[in-house]
């Protein structure tokens, strides 16, 4: 019974390069949460996706971020010339229904990619 | 926007001690989710609390949710150095449900 899966776990990447995070829901669950944790702060979410639908980009930053979860695959973060205030760790999250329809919102975390901005 | 404060942001304590940790809020949450998080790992998650006034165990651990549904405690009962962690609380947001967390609290339990 698979857990979240994340790839990679660590992420090196040049200021101005692009990092790409995947994340590859529970079985079973069509529903994924993207948050970004920096050193000494809370998770902060980011963006809310079901199957080839955005439902909720609204912790997302305007510029240079982008998420996708497409028919088939995993979903991707997506981060266009990272700067190093981009330096942290993602999480992924899945859960199974849409959370309205959820009594208490459950979501079940992946291990994270940490991503270092030289 | 809806806030969650957690104390305190560290303990250490002696294994054996008992110890509670909190989450307080201005606002109504629908549900109140606890997490522990360990150095290089996501959350996990250990329990949901939905009703106001709930209480629920888990082994050594104890939830309970405010009346008003603003507030959370987590008590645990005769520390073991595997509690060690970060404890995270985090409230459902809005209509979508996306969770809002607070900042947790460093727990440190020594043999």
């Known amino acids: 019974n698979a857990g979240v899966m994340q790839n990679p776990r660590h992420l090196v990447r040049r200021r101005g390069q692009e990092a790409r995070l995947r994340c590859s829901p529970m079985?079973?669950?069509?529903?994924v949460y993207w948050y970004r944790q920096l050193p000494e702060e809370g998770l902060k979410f980011m963006v809310y996706?079901?199957?080839?639908?955005?439902?909720?980009e609204s912790g997302m930053p305007k510029e240079r971020f982008s998420a996708e979860f497409p028919k088939e695959g995993p979903s991707i973060l997506r981060i266009q010339q990272v700067v190093r205030g981009d330096s942290a760790a993602y999480f992924c999250?899945?859960?199974?229904?849409?959370?309205?329809?959820?009594?208490?919102?459950?979501?079940?975390f992946g291990p994270g990619t940490r991503l270092t901005v030289l | 926007t809806q806030l969650l404060e957690q104390s305190p942001q560290f303990l250490s304590i002696q294994e054996g001690e008992n110890l509670t940790v909190y989450c307080n809020s201005s606002?109504?949450?629908?549900?109140l989710q606890w997490y522990r998080q360990e150095p290089g790992e996501g959350p996990v998650l250990l329990v949901t609390v939905v009703t106001g006034g709930e209480v629920k165990k888990l082994k050594r651990l104890t939830f309970q949710f405010g009346d008003a549904r603003k507030d959370s405690s987590l008590h645990i009962t005769a520390a073991q150095p595997g509690d060690t962690g970060l404890y995270l609380c985090a409230g459902a947001e809005g209509s979508q449900g996306n969770l809002i967390f607070g900042k947790g609290t460093k727990l440190s339990v020594k043999p």
């Open positions: 606002s109504v949450f629908s549900s």
């Open positions: 999250a899945s859960s199974p229904l849409h959370s309205r329809l959820m009594i208490g919102n459950e979501q079940f």
């Open positions: 079985k079973g669950h069509s529903h």
């Open positions: 996706l079901q199957k080839e639908n955005i439902i909720d």
